[in-house]
């Protein structure tokens, strides 16, 4: 493949072996009516390996990328029967919030408004057919790493830096989800809030550093027992679970055999082993509102310390 554009540096061929291998993690959908048009598109992106799915309308395209959550790049047509591209981009953007799509708009039509028509309607970019290969590839390059770059972005916007778990934004987000989901299907919910026992004294007493090495042992711990609900570092030693489907008994329930876990392991650090316990309040479903919730569980959690620490109350 190198040999055939010519001589390239040793580094030109790496970078290019490392964009192929990239690509092979990424789907494009292809939507376009004309046959010879879409062949000739996917075979462009079959020599550099991405995964590849065809639409011949738009109506299929939305259907197939609403089914598919896989699809990271779709390139469309303007002229098509059923959906056009610009109902489709409309409906993908507006109608379903298919914001992490990257979407390129594709057309031969001589209508010197169309690309910025297409980026008004939510395109990321625009390629007036025919095309030169080069031209292509670099658009499709540069969409890639745009597309890198907002995953990354989105990583970052919703993990806790120290401990790599979900954090507090993340947390609130799902939670607005899924307190009215749980409503309408009349299903139970239970939201806990946990806090360290005494985590001042361990900064106090050991550093700070190590005060962070017990947040990141206690983080994963939770992470391994709750690793099917939203767990959250909401706060400096304090971490929130969204149990749904759970009654506030059996979130408890689960909560307390991690506490009682928790109690009899220790941190391993150089002086020898350290030893720490968390209290927790547990509340659910009804409530006004995820802020009430919140509070109940926040209310439980102080009744908790009151009552002693190393506790779930409910
Ligand atoms: P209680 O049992 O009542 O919860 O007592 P506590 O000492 O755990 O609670 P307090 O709220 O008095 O102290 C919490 C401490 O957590 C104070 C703060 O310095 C520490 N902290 C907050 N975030 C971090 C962090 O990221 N790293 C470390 N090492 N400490 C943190
Ligand atoms: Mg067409
Ligand atoms: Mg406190
Ligand atoms: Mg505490
Ligand atoms: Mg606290």
Redesign the pocket.
């Known amino acids: 493949y190198v040999q055939k554009e010519g001589l390239y540096s040793y580094q030109y061929a790496v970078n290019l072996i490392n964009r192929l291998y990239r690509n092979r993690n990424i789907k494009v959908m292809v939507a376009e009516d004309s046959s010879v048009t879409r062949s000739f598109i996917v075979s462009l992106l079959r020599r550099h390996q991405f995964q590849i799915v065809e639409a011949e309308n738009g109506q299929q395209a939305l259907d197939m990328i609403l089914a598919d959550d896989s699809i990271d790049i779709l390139l469309t047509d303007y002229n098509m029967p059923e959906m056009d591209g610009f109902s489709l981009i409309h409906e993908l953007r507006h109608q379903h919030e298919k914001t992490e799509l990257v979407i390129i708009g594709l057309s031969s039509a001589d209508d010197k408004y169309l690309s910025a028509k297409f980026i008004k309607n939510g395109a990321d970019d625009f390629l007036y057919k025919p095309f030169s290969h080069e031209e292509f590839f670099c658009r499709i390059n540069h969409a890639v790493e745009a597309m890198e770059r907002n995953k990354e972005l989105h990583r970052m916007a919703y993990t806790d830096a120290?401990t790599n778990i979900h954090n507090r934004r993340y947390f609130i987000e799902q939670a607005r989800k899924l307190l009215p989901k749980a409503e309408n299907t009349q299903k139970p919910l239970s939201l806990a809030i946990l806090?360290?026992?005494?985590?001042?004294?361990?900064?106090d007493e050991y550093g700070?550093?190590?005060?962070?090495l017990?947040?990141v042992s206690f983080a994963s711990s939770l992470a391994k027992a709750f690793s099917r609900f939203v767990l959250a570092r909401t706060?400096?030693?304090e971490f929130c679970i969204l149990f749904s489907g759970l009654t506030v008994e059996r979130a408890a329930q689960l909560l307390d055999a991690v506490r009682e876990q928790i109690e009899n392991s220790s941190v391993e650090i150089a002086s020898g082993a350290l030893s720490f316990t968390f209290?927790c309040g547990v509340a659910e479903l009804p409530a006004d509102s995820l802020e009430s919730l919140m509070k109940e569980a926040d209310r439980r959690l102080y009744h908790a310390?009151d009552s002693g620490?190393n506790c779930v109350v409910y």
Not at 195 to 203: A, H, P, S
Not at 208 to 212: A, P
């Open positions: 120290l806090d360290i026992d005494y985590f001042k004294q361990v900064n700070h550093d190590i005060g962070d017990v947040l706060g400096g030693e209290s310390k620490r």
